[in-house]
């Protein structure tokens, strides 16, 4: 796949490496905590992640529910807030905040984290491996329209557009097989409260992900976060116009 343009600025508000397993039996959130004491110099802050169930009674006169939060992991924030770890029974989540670095430091730190969860839970298998960067495009002009800087957007008849319309906000998914990555798309983009009236912001979120033959081996999990990387990349570029790239080459960190 070819190379595509880097942005010193990139507009990644949040970006996601998740791995999803199947815990061997017996497993507890005493292993997870574990992991916690583990890195604890560079992830200090631990909160607790649960689930929750709610149960109702219907019928005549029942009225009766109940509810119950179950452990299920904790959630570890880095030292400078910048990394935040998920480690569940059911898999690990790291994402990373703004500023984004690049993805080899992204990748490298995930793959760190991975191995010590690994060690720790000695997972039956691997299910689904994702990767997902959320974009956030900044102080578009309100007066353009999204065909100016999106290539991928929602088409609004001519027969709806009264003089003066204006598209005050939206919210469009797209679901799709990408045979080629034997791998699935979720592509979601919406606008956003701006700062002010003049511009607009706009969010572009991929998904990428594999629940299907997903690789167990080390080599094959870490080469398909590559391909998921370098597949992410071409279609935020095929989702944005010239004029975009432009807006964003001037953006400076």
Same mark, same amino acid.
């Not at 508000?13 to 397993?21: F, G, Q």
């Not at 989540?93 to 191995?115: G, I, K, M």
């Not at 290539?151 to 990408?178: E, H, I, K």
């Given at each position: 796949?070819?190379?595509?343009?880097?942005?010193?600025?990139?507009?990644?508000?949040? $970006? %996601?490496?998740?791995?999803?397993?199947?815990?061997?039996?017996?497993?507890?959130?005493?292993?997870? $905590?574990?992991?916690?004491?583990?890195?604890?110099?560079?992830?200090?802050?631990?909160?607790?992640?649960?689930?929750?169930?709610?149960?109702?009674?219907?019928?005549?006169?029942?009225?009766? @529910?109940?509810?119950?939060?179950?452990?299920?992991?904790?959630?570890?924030?880095?030292?400078?807030?910048?990394?935040?770890?998920?480690?569940?029974?059911?898999?690990?989540?790291? +994402?990373?905040?703004?500023?984004?670095?690049?993805?080899?430091?992204?990748? !490298?730190? =995930?793959?760190?984290?991975?191995?010590?969860?690994? +060690?720790?839970?000695?997972?039956?298998?691997?299910?689904?491996?994702?990767?997902?960067?959320?974009?956030?495009? !900044?102080?578009?002009?309100?007066?353009?329209?999204?065909?100016?800087?999106?290539?991928?957007?929602?088409?609004?008849? !001519?027969?709806?557009?009264?003089?003066? $319309?204006?598209?005050?906000?939206?919210?469009? @998914?797209? @679901?799709?097989?990408?045979?080629?990555?034997?791998?699935?798309?979720?592509?979601?983009?919406? =606008?956003?409260?701006?700062?002010?009236?003049?511009?607009?912001?706009?969010?572009? !979120?991929?998904?990428?992900?594999?629940?299907?033959?997903?690789? @167990?081996?080390?080599?094959? %999990?870490?080469?398909?976060?590559? =391909?998921?990387?370098?597949?992410?990349?071409? %279609?935020? %570029?095929?989702?944005?116009?010239?004029?975009?790239?432009?807006?964003?080459?001037?953006?400076?960190?």
């Amino acid at each position: 796949m070819a190379r595509h343009e880097r942005f010193e600025k990139a507009p990644i508000r949040e $970006a %996601i490496i998740d791995l999803k397993v199947k815990a061997p039996s017996g497993l507890s959130t005493v292993q997870i $905590a574990e992991i916690g004491t583990e890195i604890s110099e560079w992830y200090p802050t631990r909160n607790s992640i649960t689930k929750g169930e709610f149960t109702f009674q219907f019928g005549a006169g029942a009225a009766a @529910q109940s509810s119950r939060q179950d452990p299920i992991g904790f959630r570890f924030t880095s030292l400078d807030g910048h990394y935040v770890l998920q480690a569940r029974l059911d898999g690990l989540t790291l +994402s990373v905040l703004p500023p984004y670095d690049r993805w080899e430091t992204f990748r !490298d730190e =995930a793959r760190r984290l991975w191995s010590i969860y690994r +060690s720790h839970v000695q997972p039956e298998s691997i299910s689904r491996l994702a990767v997902r960067y959320i974009n956030q495009l !900044d102080h578009l002009p309100a007066s353009a329209n999204l065909e100016e800087y999106l290539a991928t957007f929602p088409q609004v008849s !001519d027969a709806m557009v009264q003089t003066g $319309a204006r598209l005050n906000n939206y919210f469009m @998914q797209l @679901q799709m097989t990408l045979p080629d990555l034997q791998s699935n798309l979720i592509l979601n983009q919406a =606008a956003i409260p701006p700062t002010t009236s003049e511009f607009v912001s706009l969010i572009l !979120d991929i998904d990428l992900y594999r629940d299907n033959d997903v690789p @167990q081996d080390e080599e094959g %999990i870490w080469a398909l976060f590559e =391909a998921f990387r370098e597949h992410k990349n071409a %279609i935020f %570029i095929a989702c944005i116009t010239d004029r975009t790239k432009e807006y964003l080459r001037q953006c400076r960190p």
